[in-house]
């Protein structure tokens, strides 16, 4: 190399306090070690200018960030510190510095890969395809980010698309990058990286790699590694103090929530306004104190700012911890390593930006909406939300159902058999009524019911992990939970919440068993070791006597309320009573069909024909049966018959006497005009009208019932929610399955509009009117599509219909 590619680095690394102590450290038996530090610092120097290529707005992750990580390393450590170090920690030191974030630089093959993603027929090199898989998966994890990008895409938005991709790009690099520098180091570095004959390769990858994970781990770090005739290394001392200062250069690998949250608002924050500030005023870092100055411009900066320095805070406390054991461990080692940290960051000279006049630009309170617990709970809890207490047991069973099908798709990942099973009981335990779901899904672990299940509105089924485990695992199933707060209406009916869970890992692994009991919504968990044996989760319900809505039900009864619940299970369910017992599968459907809904009003009728739709499109996500009622007249459809027109005379007047039929919005028709007599013997005339087939449905989303109907009167509708508008009346029983999802309110009773509506009405029209074509004469179907595309329904009906023309 050249004079002035070395003056890039090398003068700087000169300058270097643990650079010059390595140095006068080196005896002779150590002449490669120099040459070593500065071929790594070099190396990564150089390597991470293509950072900035990927990661240019988020990130300030080039060669000044390495320098600043190792001039933060010699701030913490005390210069008599310093001076104790052995060559091997001061070695691992500095090359840690440089090399702890080398897999933040991806090849630029690598980038390419991951950009396919957002092409409309990606073309996927077979070198390429382990690359693109993996970038894929975390992009399909993050659907929120999918969906904003399309429709940033949609209204020509081209700048802000990219900012998203820019984002998304640095974050699974962020991700990744702890995975990625191990692969380097092995790539590149292996059996490099020595220390007279001690191959420290694999430590330093260990202590790169661990600057991103948990940092109590770094007490499994070896304390006293040999590395030579009485020399050592303690490997966790140097961990510690790579994450302090990698941190302490305000972290640039993470963009704060609450700033990217303020990209999208009607007054953005950029990130370079952010990056500004970044690269903060002041600062002053020494074993003693760690405080930084600012000067902001907006809150969200200065909250960004705050948000750091907790984070910081976060990191100090487990530093401090770790620092005592080793002090602790040094100290019988007659080692004299004591170092002193800080306990917390000192804020006092993060300020807001003032005016000439010393006025400041905006006033700084850390002010943001904050929900009162007790009172949301209420609303949940209530008839605005819940106002049907049966909803605690289809809340119960969704979330079964869910973790069945998602153990489903690991076990046959894994290559396992499985076979998904849920088991409703409803008994008599000590006096008390118990309903208990039983099922063998993924069930939970302590991360899970601390991130998820505990946590009011915090969805699994709506979160990254779960996400990147369906993508991992190829799952095909759209969940019924999505809301998180479903477990909410468990105390609509009871007072005590059980739960014994144990969660897959991987093929036969799993977690320790939990037992949890909840006295009330404003319990704490009790949380204690379990005693289930396989994975899966049951939930038992003490249920309250005045809120039991089974309580006067028969054993029967209660069975049949249950299969109301759940139509059409993806798989079986086993419902036990004291002394009953019956299964229900995904063949159980196939025994409701639409003549289950028929009432009085679907008669036979010489005016009327009836015309039945098996719905087996499993391909498209329905399946059901439907009867239509067709008005017709002398085998052709009409529009309107009348029937029994006459004219009579009375007394010398005269009265037409008439009867009609004719088709309407979801029904047929009958009007009438009869005479009748008065008390007074006077003769009047009165018109009356009644519904012939009117139309009627039973719904359900994934084998779970939706207790409101798809022709809801207008005196009953929300705000938003569905209605079908067809020109024949209907009844249909159909379940929407497989991929297919619609939107429900938060309660899950009723279907409200979405694209998704649009989507299945549309389907669900071309359905029906395709067998109605094919089941009579060419004729015949022209008159009634003329009757039908003349008619006031719905746009989406009207553009199925067309499609038949």
């Known amino acids: 190399m050249n004079d002035d590619y070395k003056d890039e680095f090398l003068l700087r690394l000169k300058k270097s306090e643990l650079y010059k102590a390595l140095k006068e450290n080196c005896s002779d038996k150590d002449v490669n070690v120099i040459p ?69 630089a991806p090849d630029e093959k690598e980038v390419l890969a991951w950009k396919k993603v957002w092409d409309i027929e990606p073309i996927i090199d077979e070198n390429e395809q382990n690359t693109f898989n993996d970038f894929k998966r975390f992009y399909n994890s993050r659907p929120e980010d999918e969906k904003r990008l399309k429709d940033l895409i949609s209204k020509g938005n081209i700048s802000q698309a990219d900012t998203i991709k820019s984002y998304l790009i640095t974050e699974y690099i962020r991700q990744t990058h702890a995975d990625k520098a191990r692969d380097i180091i092995e790539q590149d570095w292996s059996e490099k990286i020595k220390f007279r004959d001690t191959d420290l390769t694999v430590e330093l990858a260990q202590i790169c790699y661990s600057h991103n994970e948990d940092a109590l781990a770094l007490l499994d770090l070896d304390k006293n590694l040999l590395c030579g005739s009485g020399v050592y290394a303690c490997l966790p001392l140097v961990g510690v103090i790579l994450r302090l200062a990698d941190i302490l250069d305000f972290d640039g690998k993470r963009t704060p929530s609450v700033l990217f949250s303020h990209l999208y608002v009607r007054n953005p924050i950029s990130i370079n306004e952010w990056n500004k500030h970044r690269a903060i005023e002041a600062w002053d870092i020494s074993p003693d104190l760690i405080q930084f100055s600012a000067k902001c411009t907006h809150p969200v900066i200065e909250s960004s700012i705050h948000e750091f320095c907790s984070m910081i805070d976060h990191e100090l406390s487990l530093a401090n ?96 058999l499985y076979q998904p099973k849920i088991l409703v009981k409803y008994y008599t335990e000590n006096e008390e009524d118990v309903l208990e779901v039983i099922d063998n899904g993924t069930g939970m672990d302590e991360y899970i019911i601390d991130n998820y299940y505990s946590k009011i509105g915090s969805s699994f089924y709506k979160s990254k992990d779960f996400y990147s485990l369906k993508a991992e695992t190829n799952a095909d199933f759209s969940p019924t939970s999505r809301f998180g707060i479903g477990i909410l209406s468990s105390f609509m009916i009871s007072d005590v919440l059980i739960v014994d869970t144990k969660r897959v ?220 508008n067809w020109p024949f009346p209907l009844i249909i029983v159909i379940d929407v399955c497989g991929n297919r999802d619609l939107d429900l309110n938060s309660p899950r009773t009723e279907i409200i509009i979405s694209e998704k509506w649009t989507d299945f009405e549309e389907q669900l029209a071309r359905i029906v009117c395709q067998h109605i074509k094919d089941s009579v004469e060419i004729e015949y179907w022209n008159n009634l599509f003329e009757i039908f595309n003349s008619s006031n329904s719905s746009e989406n009906f009207k553009r199925a219909l067309n499609e038949l023309k």
């Not at 001039?71 to 691992?92: A, G, H, Q, V, Y």
């Open 505 to 724: 890992y991987g093929p036969h692994k799993s977690s320790d068993p939990l037992n949890i009991t909840v006295e009330g919504q404003e319990s704490i968990f009790w949380i204690k070791s379990g005693t289930r044996e396989t994975p899966g989760t049951s939930t038992r319900l003490i249920l309250r006597k005045s809120h039991n809505p089974w309580d006067r039900m028969t054993e029967n009864e209660f069975i049949e309320n249950v299969e109301n619940v759940i139509p059409n299970p993806p798989f079986e369910i086993s419902i036990e009573t004291q002394s009953h017992k019956k299964k229900r599968d995904e063949n159980s459907f196939k025994e409701i069909t639409s003549y289950s809904l028929k009432d009085y009003t679907w008669q036979e009728n010489e005016n009327i024909k009836f015309i039945d739709i098996p719905i087996d499109r499993k391909d498209i996500g329905l399946v059901g049966s439907a009867t239509v009622a067709i008005l017709e007249s002398k085998n052709r459809p009409v529009e309107r018959i009348e029937l029994n027109s006459r004219d009579i005379e009375i007394e010398g007047e005269s009265y037409t006497l008439e009867r009609e039929l004719r088709i309407d919005v979801n029904s047929i028709k009958e009007s009438s005009k009869t005479i009748t007599i008065s008390d007074d013997g006077d003769i009047r005339t009165d018109d009356s009208s009644s519904k012939l087939a009117s139309s009627n449905s039973k719904i359900s989303l994934h084998g779970i019932e939706i207790p409101s109907s798809l022709f809801p009167e207008r005196w009953r509708m929300k705000n938003n929610q569905v209605k079908i």
């Open 36 to 104: 070593l530090v500065e071929d790594c610092t070099s190396y990564a120097f150089q390597r991470t200018k293509t950072i900035v290529r990927h990661m240019g707005e988020f990130t300030l992750h080039d060669g000044d960030h390495l320098f600043r990580v190792l001039n933060l390393m010699e701030r913490l450590i005390p210069k008599e510190t310093i001076d104790e170090l052995t060559s091997p920690e001061l070695l691992l030191l500095i090359i840690s510095a440089f090399f702890h974030d080398i897999g933040m």
């Open 321 to 416: 911890n770790i620092i005592s054991t080793l002090n602790e461990f040094h100290t019988a080692k007659d080692r004299n390593l004591q170092i002193k940290l800080p306990l917390k960051v000192n804020r006092e000279k993060i300020r807001t930006k003032t005016d000439i006049k010393n006025r400041p630009v905006y006033i700084y309170k850390d002010t943001k909406f904050n929900l009162s617990k007790t009172q949301v709970i209420e609303l949940l809890m209530g008839t605005k939300l819940y106002g049907n207490p049966e909803v605690a047991l289809r809340e119960l069973l969704q979330n079964s159902i869910d973790a069945c099908l998602l153990r489903k798709a690991q076990e046959d990942k894994w290559g396992n």
